[in-house]
Structures are given as C-alpha cells and as structure tokens.
C-alpha cells in the first residue's frame, strides 16, 4: 500500500515552497529527508501527513486522495512529530502517557521511558520532551511513521533506543523522517532525499549511492573512460564513480598500469556537500 505524491506544489498563503513531480513511499522502507534549512523538508513532511493541502496536485494512500473524505480515514493511521512539538506542561509524565493510551485505545506501558514518571513536564530537559513526543507517536502504532528532526536535542542513549524502535517497527510500515545529523543515515535509513531549494535532486537507495562514489589512492596514471571523476584531492587521491563490481574495476586500474594503495567509501558529509553543490 504505497504512498504517493503526485504533480504537487506545496506551500503557504498560495506561495509553492516545494515542487514535487512524482514520489512514492513504500513498506519496509526507511526514508531520511535532508536538506538545509529552509529547503522544504518540513513543509513537505507536513503535507504527507496529511496536516498541510498542497496548492495543486494529489497526496495518496493506496489511491485513496489523503485530503478527501475518503482519506480522513486513512490520516488515523498516519503518526506524526513535527520538529516544535512539545508536551503540555502542567501534566506530569504519567498523565501525558495515560491520557495518549486512552487517545489511542492502547494499555498504560510506561517502562521504556528513562526517567521518572511523577515528574512535571516543565521540569524535563529539551530531550526528555522530545523523547517523550516520540513516545506518544509510537503508542498510536501506526502504519505511516512521520517524523521531524527526531533525534534532535536526545542523548546517546536516547538516539539508540530510537534507532533500535524503528528497526524493530519498520516491517509493515512506511517511516520517513528529517534530520540534520547525517551521520545517522548509515544506521538505519534504507533510502534518501536530498532535497534543495524545494526540489528533490537526489532519491537513492543509500547503500547504493554510496557504493558508486568511492575515493581511490594510489600512484595513478590512467583512468579508464567509464570511469567520472567527481574530485580530485591532490595527484594521488580521486573521488570517482562508478557504476559496477569495485574488485573489477580495481582489477582493471591495475592492469592499465596503476598502483592501488586504498579504496574508501565517501564520507556522508562530503556527500551531502558535493550534492548541494550539484557536483553529483
């Protein structure tokens, strides 16, 4: 049951602020949005949960329009944080969750939550909220997990269990969120947008981007044509993609004369920074 987006400007007050042509979401995937600030991510996130109506074009679930009378049905099982989300203040931790699992006709379970359940919420720390904000919208259970920027202000520990939530929900379910932090995409995103200035330049499969950008050092003297070099570090590193086995490309640099001393992945911010500088 994909999620779609079609032809659609999004945006606010008649402003289009994003311009999708054509995106589909799938089950079993994990989906990392990233951008700049100011790029879209939210605006976008806020619109296939079913929150904002784009200006033109259709949002769907299933081929059922999210924003028509049909879709008010679907939109409950879609689990939304955005990024400001915070908890109201004057109920304790235990009274936010109780009055969350009535919400959502779930039983009372308070023993993933790290710290104590008498405490007011005004009393929490920036991430104690956050965590508990993601703990709200994993009681609904839903099959469309929509997150932004949640990792945002959480500890270590914090960031594990949520790592660790979403690898042990993501079967099923359609899950995409926004961040900041890219070092986090190799851990569980199965798929990526890098979006800018409203668009999307990049929808990848991570470990597939990844695997043809790689960096080669070594004493080189030719290079083959099927080979694009995306940058050159100095005379003896090349970031080059590729689009094929590396054992065979590497075979095939040395024997057009080349000496290998190392091959290694590109590092993500590197990545990130040669695509919003369209280098890729």
């Keep these: 049951m994909p999620l779609s987006i079609r032809n659609a400007e999004i945006g606010y007050h008649g402003r289009a602020i994003v311009k999708i042509d054509s995106l589909n979401f799938n089950e079993n995937e994990?989906?990392?949005?990233?951008g700049p600030n100011g790029a879209g991510k939210t605006t976008l996130l806020r619109s296939l949960a079913g929150v904002l109506k784009p200006l033109r074009g259709k949002v769907?679930?299933?081929g059922t329009d999210l924003y028509s009378k049909e879709g008010e049905k679907i939109r409950k099982f879609i689990g939304y944080m955005p990024a400001e989300y915070s908890p109201p203040t004057n109920l304790t931790v235990r009274e936010f969750v109780e009055f969350w699992s009535t919400i959502y006709g779930v039983p009372y379970f308070l023993g993933d939550v790290p710290f104590p359940d008498r405490m007011k919420i005004d009393e929490l720390s920036s991430g104690q909220k956050k965590f508990l904000s993601l703990y709200r919208v994993f009681l609904q259970n839903p099959k469309i997990l929509i997150l932004d920027e949640p990792t945002a202000n959480l500890d270590v520990n914090s960031r594990l269990m949520l790592y660790d939530k979403i690898n042990s929900i993501k079967e099923g379910r359609i899950i995409i969120y926004s961040t900041h932090d890219i070092s986090d995409l190799p851990i569980f995103a199965t798929r990526i947008f890098f979006i800018k200035n409203g668009r999307i330049v990049v929808?990848?499969?991570?470990?597939?981007?990844?695997?043809?950008l790689v960096i080669i050092k070594g004493n080189i003297k030719s290079l083959l044509p099927e080979i694009k070099i995306i940058k050159i570090y100095n005379g003896e590193r090349f970031l080059i993609e590729y689009h094929g086995k590396i054992s065979e490309l590497l075979k095939k640099l040395v024997e057009n004369g080349n000496e290998i001393e190392e091959v290694n992945e590109i590092d993500m911010y590197e990545l990130y920074e040669l695509i919003m500088k369209d280098k890729i």
Excluded: G, M, T
């Excluded at 994990?30 to 990233?34: D, E, S």
């Design 203 to 212: 929808d990848s499969d991570l470990k597939e981007l990844r695997r043809n």
């Design 60 to 62: 769907e679930f299933d």
């Design 30 to 34: 994990v989906i990392a949005l990233i």
